[in-house]
Protein backbone atom coordinates (compact mmCIF):
# COMPACT_ATOMS: atom_id res chain seq x y z
CA UNK A 1 0.00 0.00 0.00
CA UNK A 2 1.38 3.35 -0.84
CA UNK A 3 2.46 5.67 1.86
CA UNK A 4 1.93 9.49 2.63
CA UNK A 5 3.36 12.09 4.53
CA UNK A 6 0.89 14.69 5.76
CA UNK A 7 2.77 18.55 6.12
CA UNK A 8 1.16 20.87 8.08
CA UNK A 9 2.67 24.94 8.70
CA UNK A 10 1.87 28.09 9.99
CA UNK A 11 3.29 31.41 10.04
CA UNK A 12 3.31 33.62 13.40
CA UNK A 13 2.97 36.40 11.13
CA UNK A 14 -0.62 35.21 9.85
CA UNK A 15 -1.59 35.93 13.62
CA UNK A 16 -1.01 39.75 13.16
CA UNK A 17 -4.22 39.73 10.65
CA UNK A 18 -6.42 36.90 11.73
CA UNK A 19 -8.12 36.45 15.06
CA UNK A 20 -8.01 32.42 15.09
CA UNK A 21 -4.83 31.11 17.42
CA UNK A 22 -2.30 29.44 15.43
CA UNK A 23 -2.68 26.41 17.45
CA UNK A 24 -6.75 26.38 17.01
CA UNK A 25 -5.94 26.66 12.95
CA UNK A 26 -3.43 24.01 12.80
CA UNK A 27 -5.90 21.65 14.97
CA UNK A 28 -8.41 22.64 12.17
CA UNK A 29 -6.26 22.10 9.47
CA UNK A 30 -5.27 18.76 10.91
CA UNK A 31 -9.00 17.33 10.77
CA UNK A 32 -9.87 18.50 7.57
CA UNK A 33 -6.88 16.91 5.59
CA UNK A 34 -7.31 13.78 8.22
CA UNK A 35 -11.34 13.61 6.95
CA UNK A 36 -9.89 14.00 3.27
CA UNK A 37 -6.78 11.43 3.50
CA UNK A 38 -9.98 8.66 5.43
CA UNK A 39 -12.29 9.65 2.16
CA UNK A 40 -9.40 9.08 -0.30
CA UNK A 41 -7.87 5.96 1.14
CA UNK A 42 -4.51 7.44 1.81
CA UNK A 43 -2.00 5.98 4.03
CA UNK A 44 -0.60 8.65 5.90
CA UNK A 45 2.61 7.07 7.75
CA UNK A 46 3.72 10.45 9.42
CA UNK A 47 2.51 14.17 10.15
CA UNK A 48 5.02 16.77 10.36
CA UNK A 49 3.68 20.14 11.70
CA UNK A 50 5.53 23.56 12.62
CA UNK A 51 4.79 26.71 13.43
CA UNK A 52 7.70 29.20 11.15
CA UNK A 53 7.80 31.57 8.11
CA UNK A 54 7.68 29.56 4.88
CA UNK A 55 10.14 32.34 3.75
CA UNK A 56 13.65 30.57 5.15
CA UNK A 57 14.01 26.48 4.47
CA UNK A 58 17.10 26.43 6.84
CA UNK A 59 14.86 27.43 9.63
CA UNK A 60 12.21 24.78 9.32
CA UNK A 61 13.26 21.79 10.89
CA UNK A 62 10.24 19.80 9.66
CA UNK A 63 10.41 20.17 6.31
CA UNK A 64 14.16 19.47 5.92
CA UNK A 65 12.65 16.07 7.81
CA UNK A 66 10.07 15.44 5.05
CA UNK A 67 12.82 16.62 2.23
CA UNK A 68 15.40 13.54 3.93
CA UNK A 69 11.85 11.00 4.20
CA UNK A 70 11.22 12.00 0.63
CA UNK A 71 14.53 11.44 -0.54
CA UNK A 72 14.37 7.93 1.12
CA UNK A 73 12.06 6.89 -2.29
CA UNK A 74 9.53 5.27 -0.20
CA UNK A 75 6.52 7.57 -0.12
CA UNK A 76 3.45 8.32 -2.85
CA UNK A 77 3.25 11.68 -1.98
CA UNK A 78 2.84 14.67 0.40
CA UNK A 79 -0.89 16.12 1.89
CA UNK A 80 -1.06 19.62 2.73
CA UNK A 81 -3.46 22.29 2.70
CA UNK A 82 -2.28 24.09 -0.20
CA UNK A 83 0.83 24.29 -2.42
CA UNK A 84 2.29 27.61 -0.31
CA UNK A 85 2.42 25.52 3.04
CA UNK A 86 5.59 23.85 1.38
CA UNK A 87 7.14 26.97 0.28
CA UNK A 88 6.98 30.66 0.40
CA UNK A 89 10.50 31.29 -0.30
CA UNK A 90 12.96 32.29 -2.89
CA UNK A 91 12.51 30.41 -6.34
CA UNK A 92 16.01 28.84 -5.58
CA UNK A 93 14.56 26.82 -2.19
CA UNK A 94 11.04 26.50 -3.85
CA UNK A 95 12.88 24.84 -6.86
CA UNK A 96 15.01 22.70 -4.58
CA UNK A 97 11.61 21.30 -2.50
CA UNK A 98 10.15 20.80 -6.31
CA UNK A 99 13.24 18.94 -7.25
CA UNK A 100 13.27 16.46 -4.53
CA UNK A 101 9.57 15.37 -5.06
CA UNK A 102 10.22 15.74 -8.43
CA UNK A 103 12.85 13.19 -8.56
CA UNK A 104 11.73 10.61 -6.38
CA UNK A 105 8.37 10.53 -7.49
CA UNK A 106 6.34 12.36 -4.58
CA UNK A 107 2.97 13.84 -5.63
CA UNK A 108 1.61 17.40 -3.76
CA UNK A 109 -1.66 16.49 -2.55
CA UNK A 110 -4.08 18.74 -1.76
CA UNK A 111 -8.28 18.78 -0.79
CA UNK A 112 -8.38 20.92 -4.02
CA UNK A 113 -6.29 19.21 -6.10
CA UNK A 114 -3.80 16.49 -6.77
CA UNK A 115 -0.29 17.95 -8.88
CA UNK A 116 2.11 15.48 -9.90
CA UNK A 117 5.14 16.67 -11.13
CA UNK A 118 6.28 14.03 -13.62
CA UNK A 119 3.61 15.32 -15.55
CA UNK A 120 5.00 18.85 -17.38
CA UNK A 121 1.81 20.90 -17.23
CA UNK A 122 1.16 20.20 -13.06
CA UNK A 123 4.93 21.45 -12.77
CA UNK A 124 4.39 24.40 -14.63
CA UNK A 125 0.82 25.31 -12.47
CA UNK A 126 3.18 24.59 -9.48
CA UNK A 127 5.70 26.91 -10.21
CA UNK A 128 3.28 29.55 -11.30
CA UNK A 129 1.50 28.71 -7.83
CA UNK A 130 5.27 28.80 -5.88
CA UNK A 131 6.05 32.68 -7.32
CA UNK A 132 2.55 33.99 -6.39
CA UNK A 133 2.75 32.68 -2.97
CA UNK A 134 6.71 34.71 -3.19
CA UNK A 135 4.59 37.46 -4.55
CA UNK A 136 1.75 37.12 -1.24
CA UNK A 137 4.82 37.11 1.28
CA UNK A 138 6.56 40.17 0.25
CA UNK A 139 2.86 42.25 0.03
CA UNK A 140 1.98 40.50 4.17
CA UNK A 141 5.66 41.29 5.30
CA UNK A 142 5.79 44.94 3.75
CA UNK A 143 2.30 45.34 5.54
CA UNK A 144 3.78 43.66 8.83
CA UNK A 145 6.65 45.63 8.86
CA UNK A 146 5.12 48.75 7.90
CA UNK A 147 3.00 48.19 10.99
CA UNK A 148 5.34 47.06 13.72
CA UNK A 149 7.02 50.58 13.00
CA UNK A 150 4.03 52.48 13.24
CA UNK A 151 3.31 50.58 16.69
CA UNK A 152 7.04 51.31 17.51
CA UNK A 153 6.64 54.87 16.61
CA UNK A 154 3.77 55.11 19.24
CA UNK A 155 5.75 53.79 22.10
CA UNK A 156 4.46 50.02 22.06
CA UNK A 157 6.79 47.30 23.17
CA UNK A 158 8.19 45.29 20.11
CA UNK A 159 10.02 42.66 21.57
CA UNK A 160 9.10 38.91 22.00
CA UNK A 161 10.45 38.93 25.75
CA UNK A 162 10.07 41.73 28.44
CA UNK A 163 13.50 42.63 29.70
CA UNK A 164 14.37 42.08 33.44
CA UNK A 165 12.29 44.55 35.68
CA UNK A 166 9.36 44.37 33.30
CA UNK A 167 6.63 42.34 32.28
CA UNK A 168 4.90 42.81 28.95
CA UNK A 169 0.61 43.05 28.73
CA UNK A 170 -1.54 43.90 26.20
CA UNK A 171 -2.90 47.23 26.02
CA UNK A 172 -6.80 47.61 26.95
CA UNK A 173 -8.99 48.74 23.80
CA UNK A 174 -6.47 48.78 21.15
CA UNK A 175 -3.41 46.67 19.46
CA UNK A 176 -0.13 46.07 20.79
CA UNK A 177 1.82 45.56 24.05
CA UNK A 178 3.48 47.61 26.84
CA UNK A 179 5.42 47.34 29.89
CA UNK A 180 4.54 46.82 33.67
CA UNK A 181 7.25 47.51 36.21
CA UNK A 182 7.80 44.36 38.33
CA UNK A 183 8.77 45.91 41.81
CA UNK A 184 11.00 43.22 43.40
CA UNK A 185 12.83 43.11 40.20
CA UNK A 186 13.19 47.61 39.55
CA UNK A 187 14.98 47.17 43.01
CA UNK A 188 17.46 46.04 41.33
CA UNK A 189 17.67 47.21 38.51
CA UNK A 190 18.39 50.51 40.17
CA UNK A 191 21.13 48.37 42.71
CA UNK A 192 22.93 47.06 39.67
CA UNK A 193 23.16 51.07 38.26
CA UNK A 194 24.37 52.42 41.48
CA UNK A 195 26.83 50.20 41.67
CA UNK A 196 27.88 50.33 38.38
CA UNK A 197 27.53 54.35 38.23
CA UNK A 198 28.03 55.32 42.04
CA UNK A 199 30.18 53.00 43.60
CA UNK A 200 32.48 52.45 40.39
CA UNK A 201 31.66 48.48 40.51
CA UNK A 202 32.34 45.92 37.31
CA UNK A 203 29.72 43.85 35.64
CA UNK A 204 31.58 40.59 37.09
CA UNK A 205 31.70 41.45 40.55
CA UNK A 206 28.34 43.02 40.18
CA UNK A 207 27.15 39.55 39.24
CA UNK A 208 29.19 38.02 41.62
CA UNK A 209 27.51 40.47 44.67
CA UNK A 210 23.72 39.31 43.34
CA UNK A 211 24.60 35.88 43.08
CA UNK A 212 26.12 36.04 46.86
CA UNK A 213 22.97 37.87 47.55
CA UNK A 214 20.84 34.83 46.27
CA UNK A 215 18.78 37.19 44.11
CA UNK A 216 17.49 35.00 41.24
CA UNK A 217 17.58 36.04 37.12
CA UNK A 218 15.45 35.52 34.80
CA UNK A 219 18.08 32.71 33.08
CA UNK A 220 20.32 30.97 36.30
CA UNK A 221 22.33 32.64 37.53
CA UNK A 222 23.70 36.53 36.55
CA UNK A 223 26.88 37.25 34.19
CA UNK A 224 28.40 39.30 32.81
CA UNK A 225 26.57 39.39 29.88
CA UNK A 226 23.47 39.73 31.87
CA UNK A 227 24.86 42.94 33.91
CA UNK A 228 26.12 44.80 30.37
CA UNK A 229 22.45 44.32 28.80
CA UNK A 230 21.07 46.02 31.75
CA UNK A 231 23.22 48.62 31.65
CA UNK A 232 23.36 49.88 28.15
CA UNK A 233 19.56 49.20 27.61
CA UNK A 234 17.34 52.65 27.51
CA UNK A 235 13.74 50.55 28.22
CA UNK A 236 14.97 51.55 31.51
CA UNK A 237 14.67 55.13 30.97
CA UNK A 238 11.17 54.88 29.70
CA UNK A 239 12.12 54.92 26.26
CA UNK A 240 11.73 51.90 23.48
CA UNK A 241 14.21 50.92 20.64
CA UNK A 242 13.89 49.87 17.49
CA UNK A 243 16.03 48.52 15.28
CA UNK A 244 18.87 47.57 17.39
CA UNK A 245 19.65 43.94 16.35
CA UNK A 246 17.85 43.81 12.25
CA UNK A 247 17.88 40.86 10.87
CA UNK A 248 19.82 40.31 7.72
CA UNK A 249 19.44 36.86 5.16
CA UNK A 250 22.41 35.80 4.58
CA UNK A 251 23.62 32.81 2.55
CA UNK A 252 24.80 30.01 5.09
CA UNK A 253 25.44 26.09 3.44
CA UNK A 254 24.02 26.95 0.38
CA UNK A 255 20.51 28.10 1.50
CA UNK A 256 19.25 31.45 2.81
CA UNK A 257 19.15 32.13 6.38
CA UNK A 258 18.51 34.65 8.82
CA UNK A 259 21.04 36.58 10.99
CA UNK A 260 20.70 39.22 13.75
CA UNK A 261 23.29 41.73 13.17
CA UNK A 262 24.47 44.97 15.65
CA UNK A 263 23.21 48.59 14.32
CA UNK A 264 24.27 51.20 16.04
CA UNK A 265 22.16 54.15 14.44
CA UNK A 266 18.81 52.30 15.56
CA UNK A 267 15.86 54.66 16.92
CA UNK A 268 14.94 55.72 20.49
CA UNK A 269 11.27 56.66 21.11
CA UNK A 270 9.24 57.85 24.06
CA UNK A 271 7.34 54.25 25.51
CA UNK A 272 4.24 54.09 27.14
CA UNK A 273 5.70 52.43 30.23
CA UNK A 274 7.40 53.67 33.03
CA UNK A 275 10.96 54.45 33.64
CA UNK A 276 12.63 52.53 36.18
CA UNK A 277 15.80 54.33 36.72
CA UNK A 278 16.26 58.47 35.81
CA UNK A 279 18.09 60.42 34.20
CA UNK A 280 20.72 61.16 36.31
CA UNK A 281 21.19 57.03 37.32
CA UNK A 282 21.81 56.70 33.22
CA UNK A 283 24.27 59.68 33.02
CA UNK A 284 26.32 58.80 35.97
CA UNK A 285 26.23 54.98 34.41
CA UNK A 286 27.58 56.25 31.10
CA UNK A 287 30.13 58.62 32.37
CA UNK A 288 31.89 55.22 34.49
CA UNK A 289 31.70 53.53 31.36
CA UNK A 290 33.49 55.99 29.53
CA UNK A 291 35.93 55.75 32.12
CA UNK A 292 36.51 52.10 31.74
CA UNK A 293 36.78 51.88 28.48
CA UNK A 294 40.16 53.07 27.67
CA UNK A 295 41.04 53.23 23.38
CA UNK A 296 44.16 50.83 22.67
CA UNK A 297 47.34 53.03 23.36
CA UNK A 298 49.26 51.07 19.94
CA UNK A 299 47.66 51.55 16.33
CA UNK A 300 48.12 48.01 15.95
CA UNK A 301 47.75 45.39 18.93
CA UNK A 302 49.25 42.20 17.97
CA UNK A 303 48.06 38.53 19.18
CA UNK A 304 50.06 37.82 22.70
CA UNK A 305 47.99 34.69 23.35
CA UNK A 306 49.00 31.31 21.11
CA UNK A 307 45.95 29.51 22.95
CA UNK A 308 43.60 32.89 22.57
CA UNK A 309 39.50 31.14 21.74
CA UNK A 310 41.28 27.21 22.55
CA UNK A 311 42.33 27.09 26.56
CA UNK A 312 39.31 26.22 28.96
CA UNK A 313 39.21 26.02 32.70
CA UNK A 314 38.50 22.22 33.43
CA UNK A 315 36.96 23.57 36.26
CA UNK A 316 33.93 26.28 35.39
CA UNK A 317 34.28 25.59 31.67
CA UNK A 318 35.48 29.34 31.08
CA UNK A 319 37.91 30.45 28.66
CA UNK A 320 41.08 31.05 30.45
CA UNK A 321 42.62 35.05 30.27
CA UNK A 322 46.07 35.58 29.47
CA UNK A 323 47.38 38.12 32.26
CA UNK A 324 50.69 40.31 32.51
CA UNK A 325 51.38 42.39 35.03
CA UNK A 326 50.78 46.55 34.67
CA UNK A 327 53.90 47.95 36.00
CA UNK A 328 55.89 45.33 34.87
CA UNK A 329 56.40 43.79 31.23
CA UNK A 330 59.66 41.73 32.27
CA UNK A 331 57.41 39.66 34.70
CA UNK A 332 56.38 36.31 33.57
CA UNK A 333 52.52 36.17 32.07
CA UNK A 334 50.11 33.72 33.33
CA UNK A 335 46.63 32.27 32.59
CA UNK A 336 44.16 32.94 35.18
CA UNK A 337 40.44 32.06 34.99
CA UNK A 338 38.03 34.97 35.29
CA UNK A 339 35.50 33.29 37.09
CA UNK A 340 34.76 34.77 40.66
CA UNK A 341 34.68 32.05 42.84
CA UNK A 342 36.72 29.31 40.68
CA UNK A 343 39.28 27.90 43.06
CA UNK A 344 41.50 27.35 39.89
CA UNK A 345 45.04 28.47 40.50
CA UNK A 346 46.79 30.58 38.46
CA UNK A 347 49.37 29.10 36.14
CA UNK A 348 52.35 30.41 34.25
CA UNK A 349 52.32 30.76 30.50
CA UNK A 350 55.50 28.78 29.30
CA UNK A 351 53.98 26.32 31.68
CA UNK A 352 50.98 25.60 29.93
CA UNK A 353 52.56 25.62 26.35
CA UNK A 354 55.26 23.17 27.93
CA UNK A 355 52.26 20.89 28.80
CA UNK A 356 50.23 21.10 25.79
CA UNK A 357 53.09 20.93 23.85
CA UNK A 358 53.70 17.58 25.00
CA UNK A 359 50.35 16.19 25.61
CA UNK A 360 49.70 16.76 22.21
CA UNK A 361 53.15 14.77 21.13
CA UNK A 362 51.99 11.66 22.98
CA UNK A 363 48.57 11.88 21.59
CA UNK A 364 50.40 12.85 18.07
CA UNK A 365 52.63 9.40 18.34
CA UNK A 366 49.84 6.83 20.03
CA UNK A 367 47.82 8.15 16.90
CA UNK A 368 49.79 7.65 13.95
CA UNK A 369 50.46 3.95 15.25
CA UNK A 370 46.43 3.94 15.82
CA UNK A 371 46.48 4.90 12.05
CA UNK A 372 48.98 2.63 10.77
CA UNK A 373 47.02 -0.44 12.28
CA UNK A 374 43.92 0.39 10.93
CA UNK A 375 45.17 0.72 7.31
CA UNK A 376 46.32 -2.98 7.40
CA UNK A 377 45.19 -4.47 4.29
CA UNK A 378 41.39 -5.52 4.89
CA UNK A 379 37.88 -5.47 2.62
CA UNK A 380 35.97 -2.73 2.43
CA UNK A 381 32.54 -3.57 3.72
CA UNK A 382 31.45 -0.34 2.08
CA UNK A 383 33.09 -0.79 -1.46
CA UNK A 384 31.72 -5.09 -1.38
CA UNK A 385 28.19 -3.43 -0.92
CA UNK A 386 28.55 -1.36 -3.57
CA UNK A 387 30.17 -4.06 -5.87
CA UNK A 388 27.15 -6.05 -4.73
CA UNK A 389 24.34 -3.48 -5.70
CA UNK A 390 26.14 -2.95 -9.00
CA UNK A 391 26.52 -6.57 -9.99
CA UNK A 392 22.22 -6.69 -9.09
CA UNK A 393 21.84 -3.53 -10.81
CA UNK A 394 23.21 -4.96 -13.71
CA UNK A 395 21.34 -8.48 -13.84
CA UNK A 396 17.64 -6.71 -13.52
CA UNK A 397 19.03 -4.17 -16.33
CA UNK A 398 19.74 -7.02 -18.71
CA UNK A 399 16.62 -8.70 -17.29
CA UNK A 400 14.67 -5.91 -18.89
CA UNK A 401 16.68 -6.20 -22.12
CA UNK A 402 15.23 -9.77 -22.75
CA UNK A 403 11.35 -9.06 -21.40
CA UNK A 404 11.70 -6.44 -24.41
CA UNK A 405 13.16 -9.35 -26.78
CA UNK A 406 10.22 -11.70 -25.30
CA UNK A 407 7.74 -9.33 -26.18
CA UNK A 408 8.82 -8.71 -30.02
CA UNK A 409 9.15 -12.67 -30.30
CA UNK A 410 5.69 -12.89 -29.09
CA UNK A 411 6.96 -15.29 -26.46
CA UNK A 412 5.55 -12.08 -23.72
CA UNK A 413 2.42 -10.55 -24.41
CA UNK A 414 1.71 -7.02 -23.70
CA UNK A 415 0.12 -7.80 -20.47
CA UNK A 416 2.66 -9.84 -19.61
CA UNK A 417 5.52 -7.73 -20.73
CA UNK A 418 3.60 -4.72 -18.55
CA UNK A 419 3.48 -6.49 -15.46
CA UNK A 420 6.84 -7.63 -15.44
CA UNK A 421 8.60 -4.45 -16.44
CA UNK A 422 7.24 -2.58 -13.62
CA UNK A 423 8.26 -5.19 -10.98
CA UNK A 424 11.92 -4.73 -12.76
CA UNK A 425 11.93 -1.02 -12.60
CA UNK A 426 10.77 -0.85 -8.87
CA UNK A 427 13.89 -3.17 -7.88
CA UNK A 428 16.05 -1.10 -10.19
CA UNK A 429 14.50 2.06 -8.27
CA UNK A 430 15.87 0.40 -4.89
CA UNK A 431 18.88 -0.67 -5.52
CA UNK A 432 19.88 2.69 -7.58
CA UNK A 433 18.53 4.70 -4.08
CA UNK A 434 20.79 1.94 -2.09
CA UNK A 435 23.92 2.82 -4.39
CA UNK A 436 23.52 6.07 -4.06
CA UNK A 437 22.91 6.13 -0.39
CA UNK A 438 26.59 3.82 -0.17
CA UNK A 439 28.31 6.34 -2.40
CA UNK A 440 27.52 8.85 0.27
CA UNK A 441 29.18 6.78 3.09
CA UNK A 442 32.07 6.09 0.47
CA UNK A 443 32.54 9.98 0.49
CA UNK A 444 31.98 10.72 4.09
CA UNK A 445 34.44 8.10 4.76
CA UNK A 446 37.08 9.49 2.02
CA UNK A 447 36.37 13.06 3.86
CA UNK A 448 37.42 11.79 6.92
CA UNK A 449 40.48 10.15 5.60
CA UNK A 450 41.27 13.03 4.23
CA UNK A 451 40.82 15.15 7.34
CA UNK A 452 43.19 12.62 9.50
CA UNK A 453 46.26 12.87 6.82
CA UNK A 454 46.06 17.25 7.10
CA UNK A 455 45.92 16.93 10.83
CA UNK A 456 49.20 14.62 10.84
CA UNK A 457 51.61 16.95 9.18
CA UNK A 458 49.87 20.34 10.93
CA UNK A 459 50.73 19.04 14.16
CA UNK A 460 54.20 17.48 13.26
CA UNK A 461 54.90 20.79 11.90
CA UNK A 462 53.93 22.72 14.93
CA UNK A 463 56.28 20.74 17.34
CA UNK A 464 59.03 20.55 15.00
CA UNK A 465 59.16 24.27 14.60
CA UNK A 466 57.36 25.71 17.24
CA UNK A 467 60.36 28.28 18.54
CA UNK A 468 60.40 29.33 15.08
CA UNK A 469 56.55 30.26 15.10
CA UNK A 470 55.33 33.55 15.65
CA UNK A 471 52.27 34.23 18.10
CA UNK A 472 49.95 34.46 15.55
CA UNK A 473 51.07 31.37 13.68
CA UNK A 474 50.93 29.65 16.71
CA UNK A 475 47.40 30.33 17.25
CA UNK A 476 46.25 29.42 13.86
CA UNK A 477 48.01 26.16 13.72
CA UNK A 478 46.93 25.03 17.05
CA UNK A 479 42.75 26.01 16.05
CA UNK A 480 43.49 23.67 13.12
CA UNK A 481 44.71 20.89 15.02
CA UNK A 482 42.60 21.31 18.52
CA UNK A 483 39.01 21.78 19.26
CA UNK A 484 40.23 23.10 22.56
CA UNK A 485 42.49 22.24 25.45
CA UNK A 486 41.43 22.47 29.24
CA UNK A 487 43.87 23.35 31.87
CA UNK A 488 43.69 23.38 35.94
CA UNK A 489 45.46 23.41 38.66
CA UNK A 490 44.61 22.47 42.60
CA UNK A 491 45.34 24.02 45.73
CA UNK A 492 48.05 21.05 46.17
CA UNK A 493 50.03 22.65 42.69
CA UNK A 494 49.10 19.46 40.79
CA UNK A 495 48.37 20.70 36.78
CA UNK A 496 45.77 18.71 34.98
CA UNK A 497 45.90 19.12 31.10
CA UNK A 498 43.42 18.14 28.40
CA UNK A 499 43.63 18.51 24.84
CA UNK A 500 40.72 17.68 22.35
CA UNK A 501 42.02 17.09 19.19
CA UNK A 502 39.84 17.96 15.97
CA UNK A 503 39.40 14.55 14.96
CA UNK A 504 36.52 14.22 12.14
CA UNK A 505 33.59 13.02 13.44
Given at each position: ???????????????????????????????????????????????????????????????????????????????????????????????YIMQILQV???????????????????????????????????????????????????????????????????????????????????????????????????????????????????????????????INNEVYLG?????????????????????????????????????????????????????????????????????????????????????????????????????????????????????????????????????????????????????????????????????????????????????????????????????????????????????????????????????????EEKNRLWK??????????????????????????
Amino acid sequence: MERYLMYLRKSRMDTDFEEVSIAETLSRHRTTLEKFCKSKRLNVVEVLEEVVSGESLAARPQMMRLLELVSTGSYAGVVCMDIERLSRGSSMESGYIMQILQVNGCKIVTPGKTYDLQNESDEQFTDMKFMFSRYELKTITKRLVRGRNQSASEGKFMGSMAPYGYRAYKLPGEKGNSLMIVPEEAKVVQMIFDMYGKQGIGYNTIAYKLNQMHIPSRVGEWGQTSIANIINNEVYLGKIRWRKEPVKRVVKDGMLAKKRVQNDDYELYDGRHEAIITEEQWACAKAAQAKRNHPPTHKERHLQNPFASILYCEKCGAIMKRKVPKKSRTCIPWYQCPTRGCDCKMIKCETVEKAIRDAMEEWLNNYIIQINSDQQPAEDPIAAALTAVRGQLAGLQLQQENICEYLEKGIYTVEMFSKRNASLAKEIKQLQTSEADLLRQQSEGDEKKRTSSQLIPTAQHILEHYSLLSVEEKNRLWKLVLKKATVYRTQDDELMIHIYPNLPQ
